[in-house]
């Protein structure tokens, strides 16, 4: 599996091996040795999720105040444009984001420790992405930073002056008004 960071070193890309012919292909697309080996230390998964959205939905910025959860996220059908934002106050990179391109063709993930919002738009007319978490999904939990704050910047791929989001994600919160979390007091 090649890893490569990203400008923040915590958010990293693995491409697993893909081995290809007329026929298809063949990939391992987790393994727990080899992941634990990348990131640095033991990652423990408890869910997996599984969403298909069309061209134009942004999803997102998410993440749990309580029971945290780091996400290794992957597009198996379509194309998304996958960004994550550091929302740990005092990190060097806080405020920071980092976007990816994640597609069935070119086979990347992108691992999101836990303290970092997500979200991703969709790029293609329609997407299947998969993702494994740490921790559970708790509704009371989940904060949702706005797509379009402008103190953090995210340049989207595609003109997305009208995505199409929830009303849930058309209320998040400015950064400046997120509840978040201490740089330093996460555990891996």
């Keep these: 599996m090649k890893v490569t960071p990203t400008a923040i070193p915590e958010v990293l890309i693995l491409e697993p091996k893909v081995f290809g012919d007329e026929r298809g ?13 990348a990131v640095g230390y033991h990652v423990d998964f408890v869910q997996d999720n599984h969403s298909r959205s069309s061209r134009g939905v942004l999803r997102g910025l998410h993440y ?7 996400k290794l996220v992957r597009c198996v059908l379509g194309g998304v444009f996958d960004v994550a934002v550091d929302v740990r106050r ?9 976007g990816v391109e994640l597609t069935e063709d070119n086979h990347r993930q992108l691992w999101i420790p836990a303290g970092f919002a997500h979200g991703f738009l969709v790029t293609s007319d329609s997407a299947d992405f998969l993702y494994k978490t740490t921790d559970y999904y708790a509704p009371a939990h989940e904060r949702c930073i706005l797509w379009s704050d402008a103190a953090i910047g995210i340049q989207w791929p595609v003109p997305v002056s009208h995505p199409q989001v929830s009303a849930k994600d058309a209320a ?5 008004e997120a509840d978040l979390f201490v740089y330093g007091e996460l555990d891996s």
């Design 172 to 176: 998040g919160k400015p950064l400046a």
């Design 25 to 37: 292909f063949f990939m391992e697309s987790f393994n727990q040795k080899v992941f634990d080996e």
């Design 90 to 98: 005092g990190s060097p990179t806080f405020g920071k984001w980092v």
């Design 64 to 70: 749990q105040i309580q029971q945290p959860q780091g």
